[in-house]
């Protein structure tokens, strides 16, 4: 039984930092894609940043130089670290689990058939 708890979501200020996390159970194997996606109102969901299980990380071009997204050596929380924050980052933010990591730039959340129920970022 596979489960994702996100949390950490929150308000903040432009320029700001939330740490956000993502507790993994029943999951983790010897290759694994795990990802954050975010979808703001009205908008798709999007590919944030992506950590497979040999620690290759990827970003979204928006994020890039600001979000970090890292596992703990337990391999089982998910971080994504985000500073400077804008008023364009508030999102619902997910995570998501799957069994490889697609190219960044071919991402699609049909990919990953595990999510938590996601957090909310506001960001003024």
């Known amino acids: 039984h596979v489960q994702l708890v996100e949390s950490g979501g929150g308000s903040v200020q432009a320029g700001g930092s939330r740490r956000l996390s993502c507790v993994v159970s029943?999951?983790?194997?010897?290759?694994?894609?795990m990802a954050w996606f975010r979808q703001a109102p009205g908008k798709e969901r999007e590919g944030v940043a992506t950590?497979?299980?040999?620690?290759?990380?990827n970003y979204a071009d928006s994020v890039k130089d600001r979000f970090t997204i890292s596992q703990d050596n337990a391999k089982t929380t998910v971080y994504l670290q985000m500073n400077s924050l804008k008023p364009e980052d508030t999102a619902m933010y997910y995570c998501?689990?799957?069994?490889?990591?697609?190219?960044?730039?071919?991402?699609?959340?049909?990919?990953?058939?595990?999510w938590g129920q996601g957090t909310q970022v506001t960001v003024s």
């Open positions: 998501a689990a799957a069994s490889y990591c697609q190219p960044f730039n071919r991402l699609s959340d049909s990919d990953f058939p595990f």
């Open positions: 029943g999951y983790f194997r010897d290759k694994y894609c």
């Open positions: 950590i497979n299980s040999n620690g290759v990380v």
